[in-house]
T-cell receptor, first 114, second 115 residues
Framework: GQQLNQSPQSMFIQEGEDVSMNCTSSSIFNTWLWYKQDPGEGPVLLIALYKAGELTSNGRLTAQFGITRKDSFLNISASIPSDVGIYFCAGQLQDTGTASKLTFGTGTRLQVTL | KAGVTQTPRYLIKTRGQQVTLSCSPISGHRSVSWYQQTPGQGLQFLFEYFSETQRNKGNFPGRFSGRQFSNSRSEMNVSTLELGDSALYLC??????????????FGEGSRLTVL
């Protein structure tokens, strides 16, 4: 099945550092979302973006909906140990046929060292 | 407010058997969707239900089926299990009709191991 390309695949950072990750697609979406998954749990929604060019923040997280509608970016500022986990982007193309179907990215595994 | 509840959390089956997984959405949520998560393929869409109707199905064989009940609870069934069906099966609910905004609330998943 289709997956969106996320980079980096994994990253080790030190507490307090800023983190950037991105997600690219060969096709357009009209909604981009970012989820985080902790071990043994399901993904949790972090940020949703509904308009090309939109920049949205949720605490230390900031995400942008790429102007081409084929990419999105997530930044985490001043990382803390609880930021550890796998971050997934997801694209959605709402039309009468696909409704809520999300296409997920390959994931970025974030590990934070003290 | 209770989250999405999935049962069982873990199960082991052998090839050729069938399995039924259950999902109770967040109270008031009427849209339920299912995803399969594997290390190789990542998160893949299986089905989506709203008001007991399947609106969309992912690219999976007919061995994968599901349904939704009048109380919005959902079940999925996999028949004639294959080794490749080993995965974490995630259920998600949405407050929107058909999960239109993409804002899904996921359960913890049912981890299926096929031997």
């Amino acid at each position: 099945g289709q997956q969106l390309n996320q980079s980096p695949q994994s990253m080790f950072i030190q507490e307090g550092e800023d983190v950037s990750m991105n997600c690219t697609s060969s096709s357009i979406f009209n909604t981009w979302l970012w989820y985080k998954q902790d071990p043994g749990e399901g993904p949790v929604l972090l940020i949703a973006l509904y308009k090309a060019g939109e920049l949205t923040s949720n605490g230390r997280l900031t995400a942008q909906f790429g102007i081409t509608r084929k990419d999105s970016f997530l930044n985490i500022s001043a990382s803390i140990p609880s930021d550890v986990g796998i971050y997934f982007c997801a694209g959605q193309l709402q039309d009468t046929g696909t409704a809520s179907k999300l296409t997920f990215g390959t994931g970025t595994r974030l590990q934070v060292t003290l | 407010k209770a989250g999405v509840t999935q049962t069982p959390r873990y199960l082991i089956k052998t090839r050729g058997q069938q399995v039924t997984l259950s999902c109770s959405p967040i109270s008031g949520h009427r849209s339920v969707s299912w995803y399969q998560q594997t290390p190789g393929q990542g998160l893949q869409f299986l089905f989506e239900y709203f008001s007991e109707t399947q609106r969309n199905k992912g690219n999976f064989p007919g061995r994968f089926s599901g349904r939704q009940f009048s109380n919005s609870r959902s079940e999925m069934n996999v028949s004639t299990l294959e080794l490749g069906d080993s995965a974490l099966y995630l259920c998600a609910s949405s407050r929107d009709a058909w999960g239109y905004t993409g804002e899904l609330f996921f359960g913890e998943g049912s981890r299926l191991t096929v031997l």
